[in-house]
């Protein structure tokens, strides 16, 4: 059973893998890419609720909770499809990798569990990481700070989806979440856009794009990683996640080439990166024996 549960839970990150790819190949900029995705998936996850017989029906104080805490999952696309935008996935994804430490520290403050020290050091070894990026790329210094505001957000959601779900269904909290990051997205193109609401219209090649995007990166990926909370604790999840970035980075310099290739210095700063998220579990496992 639990076997099958990892394997899963690796079927979802490469999913997620795919999100930076889809979101560098579809034309839109990142506001309007976040509101199609939001109500695609919103539409489709309530059809497919409605037919295996699952309830949205829920207490109007949950409602309201559930959606507050989607105001962050809005938030955390926005930053991130905006990372892209201005910089490119291989970038995004160095500040993305920072996502392990946010978790670990704000899981011992939202879940009440232990602080574990290791996590002020690896903080200071992500810092020097991203540091030496900042410094060989000082004009892809948007993209970082967008791409860690995304992995800041990421970490919120996903480890308040660990609280959530002891009390809550997998698919009634999605459902809410996105309904709440979408009415929250819509707000900020009323608002902030520039053009009142006005969306681009939808071609072939991005229509493709965002179905795969709402379908098997979203309404499955995002709904199996709250359910399989049920087996795994929210870090162990983020921790598994550190996988994304490699996924993404691969996939982005496979498909789009000679616009993923950075400096040696890149490089250098988000090896440190991801050998210090790969090794923190094995140094927290360790030294408190809970990840």
Known sequence: MQVNKFIQLHIIILFWGLTPVLG????????????YRLAISLLGLLVFMWYIKQPVTMGLKSILHISLIGTTVGLHWYFFYTAIKVSNVSVTMAGFS?????????????LKKKFFWGDFIYGIILVIGLGIIFKFETDQLAGIIYGILAAFTGAFFGIYNGKLIATHGAYKITFYEFLGALVFITIAKLGFDGHGFELPSIGISDGIGLIILSVLCTIIAFTWSIEILKHFSPLTVIITNNLEPVYGIVFSLLLFGDTEYMSSGFYVGAVIILISVFTYPLIKQRFVNDI
């Open 98 to 110: 920072t996502l392990t430490l946010f978790a670990s520290l704000m899981q011992p403050l939202l």
């Open 24 to 35: 560098k190949f579809i034309s839109f900029g990142a506001l309007d890419l976040v509101w």
